[in-house]
């Protein structure tokens, strides 16, 4: 098993450009989640869902779309970028909300 | 809403010493409360976890933690660091919702 996967790893963007980032996760999980990650803040939720064809916000969602048509696939939008969207990436799966299984992370540069 | 607080951003051991990093979480319902490790550009990979059933967790690579309701806190110990635990650690609560609230980490560091 692959577990949690996450594409790109790396991107650079320029202010007000846009971009998709892809979580997949073959554990066959209910639960999804993207996280941002910012030095001294821990991570932060920007929206989750609790199974297919559902999205909810999460903790800091402005500026962040997503979608999720498929039980595997959890995607992270960005119509505008901004320099405050420069983050580390995360996405998470999770059988219940109680124990979630972690991507690799993508590191994100808007300049 | 849950929240956690942990004490001290870095925390700096020689090898061979005790391994104490400090969470204090704040709940309205029972929490589940776990600890998470980061190794340098990796994602988070769960530690331990307390689920209401023993207060005193064991995890991987010889970690534990204790629940102490009375105090509001979910400490992680080690009795004896290895180079390899050198990372950051983050403590996360979760109550009754489906959603998961972390610390801002602590670094330990692990000298020679």
């Known amino acids: 098993n692959a577990g949690v996967t996450q594409t790109p790893k790396f991107r650079v963007l320029k202010t007000g450009q846009s971009m998709t980032l892809l979580c997949a996760q073959d554990?066959?999980?209910?639960?999804m989640y993207w996280y941002r990650q910012d030095p001294g803040m821990g991570l932060r939720l920007i929206h989750y869902?609790?199974?297919?064809?559902?999205?909810a916000k999460g903790e800091v969602p402005d500026g962040y779309n997503v979608s999720r048509l498929k039980k595997q696939n959890f995607l992270l939008g960005l119509e505008s970028a901004a320099p405050s969207q420069t983050s580390v990436y995360f996405c998470?799966?999770?059988?219940?909300?109680?124990?979630?299984?972690f991507g690799p992370g993508t590191r994100l540069t808007v300049t | 809403a849950q929240s956690v607080t942990q004490l001290g951003s870095h925390v700096s051991v020689s090898e061979g010493a005790l391994v104490l990093l400090r969470c204090n979480y704040s709940s309205s319902v029972p929490p589940y409360l776990f600890w998470y490790v980061q190794y340098p550009n990796q994602g988070l990979q769960l530690l331990l976890k307390?689920?209401?059933?023993?207060?005193l967790v064991k995890g991987i690579n010889g970690f534990e933690a204790e629940f102490k309701k009375s105090e509001t806190s979910f400490h992680l110990t080690k009795p004896s660091a290895h180079m390899s635990d050198a990372a950051e650690y983050f403590c996360?609560?979760?109550?009754?919702?489906?959603?998961?609230?972390f610390g801002a980490g602590t670094r330990l560091t692990v000298k020679p």
């Open positions: 307390y689920t209401s059933a023993a207060t």
């Open positions: 869902s609790v199974g297919e064809g559902t999205t």
């Open positions: 554990m066959n999980h209910e639960y």
């Open positions: 998470a799966s999770s059988y219940h909300p109680r124990e979630q299984y």
């Open positions: 996360a609560v979760s109550g009754t919702g489906n959603d998961m609230r």
